[in-house]
């Protein structure tokens, strides 16, 4: 149903494949987009779920609802679904779709890569939700500590976690190589990299730190793996391994994968308030240079996750010192933001408000977050659900809000059709207080004491009213998502129709059909500007003001002779199901390794089918 909402319904590609094996095959970024967008969502209802089922369990104290064992994979798999299988790959979604049409191209440099890393990223995906249906999910936390990740191998659930994060990892990896590819070979003529948009600079920062923090926990997550199973000892303090070693590890790759999960939002953020105030972006090169320097200073300042685990003064004063340097980048673009609403025209339609609603939960969090910073306060804060409510002020007021911003706001591109305002102020407004009410009393509960990650309270302790309160309002977020997917179907089957440009919008992609043919552009744009498209429409008065061109420009243009695109291809997906075989039978050796050896040759004969076959094919 999600995906049929989500299909174009105006204008179906000539010669790519149709149904079930033209989603298979296809190798066309918009499509790949789609995927990902519709896979995210899907694994959002899931870990939205979990996240409730957590909710009823902490409602009252005493709680029957679920078991220690139960809850322990509740919050697991509620952390590791958000974070890996709906925010990364939903950034991925809006990547995929809108990245080459930023920049002015057909596609991205790697068109069968790009697919393979969607196939490896699902296949990653359900290897660890089955895990729930085979003996149970991981429970070891979203960081899977040592030794708790690493004792009582008998029970594979954490083998699930460990190897579904490096094949989840691997799909982030392979993503990253052809997105920063794409970027820096497929550009339009005159689409220097300082008037790329900001989404685009965004995914180039995202991009990198994909590429340098991935490799980092695949080293420790393979080490996890051998010590549950060939008895290795890196994390075994008894043995002269050290447990610490793993927390550097996961941070050293942890604390970049916030910025992974935060800096697609500020790109799409940073589309959506400069058109829906009719300014441009107030100091846009500073926008991007805080978040190169966000990119940087981010692999500087893990150890601020680990003020509790006895590093020591030296250590900790250094960690709590860069850790407040980095706010100064976050605030640049706050005040950036805010100068570019100042004074704008604005609209206030859903997107708009979910841009600007990121603002201000991301500031919430970000203050908060800066309380982490110093060492001392960190010390009472740590494992608390004043912690539990700073990361989801970052994560779901920050990071989903400004994804819900994108999905307003390129929802018309993708599919021809406006989604529902009324439907989308009800889904903002029953989303930000229910949002409000799930998380600021957590504030209140950790700092009067209350620990994270346990299943139950006792009575008497004071935290029954607010626990109370955070249960309703999640369930007030889970409501307002359902007003969201019946705003799906109702567009679907009767939303008004887009138009190429219904925002009067600044950038390239407004320039060309709702949805776009499977080519993009009739003719590669030559770019001219920043914000080009929106200077073909408008010069600039001399007290600021935009005067319309007239007549409008023609966008209209001769299709190009030789248009080359991407052919499909099953092999993508086929390597991809020999990755599945070959980590499900690795937990289960002796006997998977029958499924390893399977696995292997699949994915074998995937790679070479896929190196003997053409690349593009005509398009006419
Ligand atoms: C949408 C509604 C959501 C609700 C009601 C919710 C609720 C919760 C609760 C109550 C916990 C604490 C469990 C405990 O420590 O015992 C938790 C943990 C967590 N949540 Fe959420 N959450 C939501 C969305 C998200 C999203 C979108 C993310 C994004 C990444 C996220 C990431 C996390 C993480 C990382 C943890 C820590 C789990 C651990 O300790 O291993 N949550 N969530
Ligand atoms: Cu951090």
Do not use: C
Request: glycine fraction near 10%.
């Amino acid at each position: 149903m999600l995906m049929a909402t989500m299909t174009p319904t105006l204008e179906a590609p000539p010669a790519a494949r149709r149904g079930v094996w033209g989603w298979l095959t296809t190798t066309d970024h918009k499509k790949i987009g789609i995927l990902y967008g519709s896979s995210a969502s899907v694994f959002f209802v899931v870990g939205g779920i979990e996240a409730l089922l957590i909710r009823v369990q902490l409602a009252t104290p005493n709680g029957e609802f679920l078991s220690a064992d139960a809850y322990n994979q509740m919050f697991t798999m509620h952390a590791t679904t958000m974070v890996f299988l709906v925010i990364m790959p939903a950034a991925a979604a809006f990547t995929n779709y809108f990245l080459p049409l930023l920049i002015g191209a057909r596609d991205v440099a790697f068109p069968r890569l790009n697919a393979l890393s969607y196939w490896v990223f699902l296949f990653g995906g359900l290897f660890l939700t089955v895990s729930f249906f085979l003996g149970g999910a991981p429970d070891g936390g979203w960081f899977g500590y040592a030794p708790l990740s690493t004792q009582v191998p008998e029970v594979v659930r954490m083998d699930y976690w460990a190897l579904g994060l490096i094949i989840i990892g691997l799909a982030s990896l392979l993503a990253s190589v052809n997105f920063i590819t794409t970027i820096f070979t497929m550009r339009a003529p005159g689409m220097t990299l300082m008037r790329m948009p900001v989404f685009a600079w965004m995914s180039l920062v995202v991009n990198f730190l994909l590429l340098f923090s991935l490799p980092i926990i695949t080293v420790g997550l393979i080490q996890v793996f051998l010590d549950r199973n060939i008895g290795t000892l890196f994390f075994d303090a008894a043995n002269g391994g050290d447990p610490i070693l793993w927390q550097h590890l996961f941070w050293l790759f942890g604390h970049p994968e916030v910025y992974v999960l935060i800096l697609p939002a500020m790109g799409i953020v940073s589309e959506v308030l400069p058109t829906f105030a009719r300014k441009p972006l107030f100091g846009r090169s500073f926008v991007i240079f805080s978040g190169i320097a966000i990119g940087f200073m981010g692999f500087g300042v893990w150890a601020h996750h680990m003020f509790t685990s006895g590093l020591g003064p030296v250590a900790e004063s250094a960690f709590a010192l860069t850790t407040m340097f980095i706010a100064v980048p976050t605030g640049v673009k706050i005040f950036n933001w805010l100068g570019t609403i100042w004074g704008g025209s604005l609209r206030l339609n859903t997107s708009m408000l979910f841009s600007l609603g990121f603002i201000a939960m991301f500031v919430i969090g970000g203050l908060s977050g800066v309380t982490h910073a110093a060492a001392p306060a960190d010390w009472q804060q740590h494992d608390t659900y004043y912690v539990v409510a700073h990361f989801h002020y970052v994560l779901v007021g920050g990071a989903i809000f400004g994804l819900i911003s994108g999905l307003y706001y390129w929802w018309p591109k993708i599919t021809g059709k406006l989604l529902d305002e009324r439907l989308g102020k009800w889904h903002f407004w029953l989303m930000m207080i229910g949002f409000n009410l799930t998380f600021a009393p957590m504030h209140i509960l950790g700092l009067n004491g209350m620990p994270r990650r346990t299943y139950r309270y006792p009575e008497g302790l004071g935290f029954e009213f607010w626990n109370a309160i955070a249960t309703i309002g999640s369930f007030l977020i889970g409501v307002s998502m359902l007003v969201l997917f019946w705003n799906f179907y109702r567009t679907r089957r009767r939303g008004e129709i887009a138009g190429p440009d219904p925002w009067d919008g600044r950038t390239l992609e407004w320039s060309i059909s709702s949805p776009p043919p499977e080519h993009n552009f009739d003719q590669i744009p030559v770019v001219e500007r920043e914000d080009d498209f929106w200077h073909r429409k408008y010069r600039t008065a001399e007290d600021g003001t935009a005067i319309a061109i007239e007549p409008p420009p023609n966008m209209e243009f001769e299709r190009d002779e030789d248009i080359h695109l991407p052919s499909p291809s099953f092999y993508p997906v086929l390597a991809a199901a020999g990755m599945f075989l070959v980590v499900m039978g690795l937990v289960y050796v002796p006997w998977g390794l029958i499924a390893v050896g399977a696995g292997a040759v699949t994915t074998l004969w995937g790679l070479f089918g896929w190196s003997m076959e053409p690349i593009t094919r005509e398009e006419h």
